[in-house]
């Protein structure tokens, strides 16, 4: 059974920095497009960041293009997004996704096949 797992939420004063880990295990993704998306409250789930199989194309939200970088250790089945300058706006559920594509890195949510359950970020003001 494959399963997504994120960890390293938590709650954070603005300005401040996260890293969110994503693990993944029941198959490898190591040659696959993975990303993050995340859902505040009251809106619809929207891109953050993707990468590609190597990690060396990646693409980000313009809300947090400079802010957040996305990056993966195919050794470790791990893939991450370093947040930092975490503003108010930031606060949502993350979640982790893997796609079956083996190019490049995409915003679409529907070439996704594999989401986590989830992990919170608060960014208090």
């Known amino acids: 059974q494959v399963q997504l797992v994120e960890s390293g939420g938590g709650l954070v004063q603005a300005g401040e920095s996260l890293r969110l880990s994503c693990t993944t295990s029941?198959?490898?993704?190591?040659?696959?497009?993975m990303g993050w998306f995340r859902q505040a409250p009251g809106k619809e789930r929207e891109f953050v960041a993707s990468t590609n199989w190597s990690g060396g194309s990646t693409i980000y939200a313009d809300s947090v293009k400079g802010r957040f970088t996305i990056a993966r250790d195919n050794a470790k089945n791990t893939v991450y997004l370093q947040m930092n300058s975490l503003k108010p706006e930031d606060t949502a559920v993350y979640y982790c996704?893997?796609?079956?594509?083996?190019?490049?890195?995409?915003?679409?949510?529907?070439?996704?096949?594999?989401w986590g359950q989830g992990t919170q970020v608060t960014v208090s003001s």
């Open positions: 996704t893997a796609s079956h594509r083996r190019s490049g890195a995409t915003a679409t949510a529907a070439l996704y096949d594999y």
């Open positions: 029941g198959r490898t993704f190591s040659s696959n497009t």
